[in-house]
């Protein structure tokens, strides 16, 4: 039996009131539901407030650089098929500076989990805009207000059928716990956006600004149906959506490898058979 | 693609070049002219560079199909037992442009290209313009039936009736053949190896236009010049540096390699994606560049030894990563493929103007590794070093290469694979007492490894002493991000005590000739070739030479460079680059200094001449 107590309990280095605490809870409960040991799960970060999320847990972790995460996780999986790998960042880091990334790896569709904290603005750095904050959101950095469109994450991970598509709000802890736990038994890539505030930075979008406009998604949706995912997922203002959006079956990435199907990479001796017959074809 | 470079290359894209072939066919029918007996190989030479090899150059534009006739020639020649080298020249273009295909062939050794031709192979008449000034007084030129340019060296082969379609090129190949006396069944072997032994009529076509092209020389022997026969007839490989990379990547163990196309390091992840499947490897086209570094970071960190390969560029983009391995301590090889520069500078082209980019890549402070391969074989070998130093040392190890040699065949000696170690990870692994601690302190620096999810041993972890914690951050001994600036100071001087592990195992730089001699010649990397041929062309004029040469460029050690270089009378630094690098680096490692530098940036390779030319006006 896999207790949470296991995930072990650390001070951090978040504000009290941040989004990160409740999020830090669901996923260590996710965890836990699923009997998932510490040591079978590996979480891989960039940086940022979020990024730091798996410093305050045990388990295997590797904190990459800004906006990274995804490629880093993309070779630890390929690497070893068994390890269940979670990417941990803000939005920032993982629509942001990692944008590229983020397309890619839902284009791949590889078995990793990527939760992203997203409070609509920079907290590390002290309150610059984000790629999520709303047209209008005034910063040091954006006097005037944002002018760009903010970035829907949901909308395009829909529009390019990533294989399983999420939002959840830190204020209802258990019902993130159980995407979370959905996204990490989905075999494919999952995404799921985590509405937090930001007590510091974010007078705006507060904990009572998301939780008079989350509502969870009705039990007779249907999240397979992408015509329906994608009208959902165009819905974010005075009503934001929360829960399973968008889940297909598409293979993941790895099935297309024979070879991850004997083990981690690392336990496997070279071919030297199959090595001198490709020297001889130089012959 | 950051920059195509035509349809290319190696056997694996022959077909491509088949199909090139025959879209040309109507517009390209040669014929060869009448060509003055010549002597190839004078008894007494003029100058210094008549020697004993024949140099022949294919010229054409891309498309045309010059690279597969190249191909096929030198793994022909190599087969019959010659030596060759091979130099690429072409352009950023898919299809036009002028573009070369260069074979230097001799019965004896040979390690360098060389600029004289005596054998010209012109598919366009821009061909002939731009190199006939190069051609040896005893020189031909094989030309076009409609070239407006006649006389002189000039040989006329009715080469349509020959080969008729899209056989006139394997005609021209027998037309070749016969002129330097290979073996008809053998080019015919080479051939039906390349275009696949399924189709039984294009092997019988085949076959058919190069017994014409044959038959036709043989009835002009007048023209006919025979290479010697070859004294010491061994079995032969016949590569290029980036094939010998992919080569001595997957047999040190590579299991993860992920790149993004660059000119001119693409070929090794062609190579490599062709072995994928019966090698056991994941090669993977990542988005960019920073996430082929990233996802070999990832790869290393989950137990693959992982490789990545690029150009300056690329490399550009991936430094921020190079940082990363070095704060992580995460094994990786990194192949930077130099061309010339700045930013897109040309991407077809060769230089060493990287030395000092690479050596500095990464912000903070963090040990390195760089290898800078002279040769063929060298590419293979310091590609298993850079693995074997890689997982020593637990950070970023470069290969350091260039244009020219990833595109030049060459013969190379067969490799003993079974007496080859491999990396193993596995075996590498050591769980020490108690908890985990990924950054413990050791006298080395160098940390006990464990991978995630993977115990001792590599069997399944199922306990959570056994977790592996890395950071970007400043970490503690258990890979938890730090500020404790006491911690800070013991793992700056951890991981730096890593630099000693490397300079244990550093390639001595290599010294030909006498160590009291009159002139040293210093270089590094792919020049290698061209300066050990221009000093054992010195003598004759009664000079004493010696060589110098670097395939590990860093760490430099002092003391094995001061005493050959003190004990010369007089010393040039060699290099591919307009500012001297390697002799600046020398100077700021060694304190001495290297006033007189040959340097060559128009982005063509190193020769002999070249060297030889430039000895003389200094």
Known sequence: MVAIEDYGNYETAWCPGCGNHSILVAVKNALVSLELEPSQVLFVSGIGQAAKAPHYLKANVFNGLHGRALPVATGAKLSNTSLNVIVESGEGCSYGEGGNHFLAAIRRNIDITMIVHDNQVYGLTKGQSSPTSMEGFVTKTQPTGVVSSPFNPIAVAVTIKAGFVARGFSGRIDHLSGLIRKGISHKGFSLIDVLQPCVSFNKVNTFGWYNQRCYELPPDYNPFDWAEAISVSQEFGERIPIGVIYQNDRPSFEDHFAVLGKGPLAMQDVNLEALEEIVRSYG | MRSVARGRKSKFLGIVDLVCLEATVEVFSWTFLVCNAFQLFPSKGRGHMIDNSINLVIGGEAGQGLVT????????????????????????????????????????????????????????????????????????????????????????????????????????????????????????????????????????????????????????????????????????????????????????????????????????????????????????????????????????????????????????????????????????????????????????????????????????????????????????????????????????????????????????????????????????????????????????????????????????????????????????????????????????????????????????????????ADLMLVCWGSTKGAVLEAASRLPAQGANVATLHLSQVWPLVPELLLKPLEAARRVVCVESNATGQLARLIHRETGFSIERRILRYDGLPITPEFILRELEVS
Request: with cysteine.
């Open chain 2, 69 to 516: 006739l190249g191909q096929i020639l030198a793994k022909a020649l190599v087969r019959e037992g010659y030596s060759i080298v091979v130099t690429q020249s072409y352009q950023s273009r898919i299809r036009g442009g002028h573009n070369t295909y260069t074979i230097r062939v001799s019965h004896e050794e040979i390690r360098a290209p060389k600029e004289r031709i005596e054998v010209l192979v012109a598919l366009d008449e821009e061909t002939v313009l731009l190199h006939e000034k190069e051609l040896s007084p005893e020189g031909i030129i094989i030309v076009n039936e409609a070239s407006k340019i006649s006389g002189g060296s000039r040989l006329q082969v009715p080469l349509r009736k020959l080969g008729s379609g899209k056989f006139y090129n394997v005609a021209a190949l027998g037309v070749i053949g016969g002129l330097l006396g290979i073996g008809q069944e053998c080019i015919g072997r080479t051939l039906d190896d390349f275009f696949g032994q399924h189709d039984k009529t294009l092997i019988d076509n085949n076959r058919i236009a190069l017994a014409k092209g044959f038959g036709w020389m043989s009835a002009h022997p007048e023209a006919v010049r025979k290479l010697p026969p070859v004294r010491i007839s061994r079995p032969h490989l016949a590569m290029d540096g980036n094939e010998a990379i992919a080569l001595g990547a997957m047999s040190a163990g590579l299991k993860f390699f992920a790149f993004y196309p660059m000119t001119p390091a693409t070929s090794i992840a062609v190579n490599l994606a062709a072995c994928a499947e019966r090698m056991g490897l994941i090669v993977e086209q990542a988005e960019d560049e920073i996430a082929a570094i990233n996802m070999a970071i990832g790869a290393s960190f989950a137990g693959a030894p992982s490789m990545v390969a690029t150009s300056g560029g690329g490399f550009a983009l991936m430094t921020e990563a190079v940082s990363l391995a070095g704060m992580t301590e995460t094994p990786v090889v990194i192949v930077v493929s130099q061309r010339p520069g700045p930013s897109t500078g040309l991407p077809t082209r060769t230089e060493q103007g990287d030395l000092e980019f690479v050596l500095h890549a990464g912000h903070g402070e963090f040990p390195r590794a760089i290898f800078a391969p002279g040769t063929v074989e060298d590419c293979f070998h310091l590609t298993r070093k850079a693995f074997e130093i890689a997982e020593d040392s637990h950070g970023p190890v470069f290969l350091l290469t260039d244009q020219f040699l990833a595109d030049s065949y060459r013969s190379v000696d067969p490799f003993k694979l079974e007496e080859l170690s491999q990396v193993n990870t596995c075996t590498a692994s050591v769980m020490p007492e108690g908890i985990y601690k990924t950054y413990a302190i050791t006298d080395s620096g160098v940390s006990p490894r464990l991978f995630p999810g993977i115990s001792s041993g590599c069997v399944q972890a199922r306990r959570s002493e056994q977790l592996v914690v890395a950071d970007s951050d400043e970490h503690s001994e258990n890979g938890h991000l730090t500020e404790d600036l006491a911690v800070r100071k013991i793992m700056v001087e951890k991981r730096l005590r890593k630099l000693e592990v490397i300079r244990k195992q550093v390639v001595p730089p290599e010294l030909t000739g006498d160590d009291q």
